[in-house]
């Protein structure tokens, strides 16, 4: 698949979710439209800046979606669409949920952030290996001290080290999560 294609899958997909709320007829006459409009719009297979141009000039799937609620009196999603409440609880629920219930916990946020009508499918998975991600270095390590491959100075700083390094591994993902989030509110 290529990028221009990925884009454009990605913003169909954020446009399903985004007007996921709006009666059957509406929406589906509002998604046939756009996507006719995207079909013949990129016809002449325009590279990824024209692409990003069309959906620029388009708006964003939220606003979309906010306009045709607005048309039909549907009444605005809260805590989804309107603010960045869901987006804040999601990322805090899986940065702290792996600590409080291992396991369950992370699976819970990783189910939010699939769910959340802000991010990519490249911000999901990131989200989503994120967990894995912090804990496979202290796991190593932790084989390592075990098998008494290191010795005890070397434990010490590698452990300091590797703390450090899956610390960021859990904050780099969730400081991107949020940033993209509240880029894509408005």
């Given amino acids: 698949m290529s990028s221009v294609e990925a884009i454009l899958d990605d913003y169909r997909d954020r446009l ?21 409009h995207l079909a013949e719009a990129t016809a002449g297979a325009p590279d990824r800046a024209g692409v990003m141009q069309i959906l620029d000039e388009l708006g964003t799937p939220e606003r979309i979606a906010d306009a045709a609620r607005e048309e039909s009196g549907t009444p605005r999603r809260r805590g989804v669409d309107g603010d960045l409440t869901y987006d804040v609880v999601s990322v805090l629920i899986l940065l702290f949920g792996g600590f409080l219930i291992p396991v ?13 009508p802000r991010w990519t499918i490249a911000d999901r998975w990131i989200g989503t290996l994120a967990w894995p991600a912090a804990i496979a270095p202290p796991a190593a390590l932790f084989l390592a001290i075990h098998a008494q ?14 703390a450090l390094f899956s610390l960021a591994l859990l904050v780099v993902p969730v400081v991107h999560l949020l940033r993209v989030a509240a880029r894509r509110r408005s």
């Fill in 104 to 116: 369950v916990g992370w699976i819970a946020g990783v189910i939010m952030i699939w769910n959340g």
């Fill in 16 to 36: 399903d979710r985004a007007t996921s709320d709006l009666p059957p007829g509406r929406r589906a006459e509002l998604l046939d439209d756009i996507h006719a």
């Fill in 149 to 162: 491959l290191l010795s005890q100075t070397a434990s010490v700083v590698a452990l300091v080290g590797v």
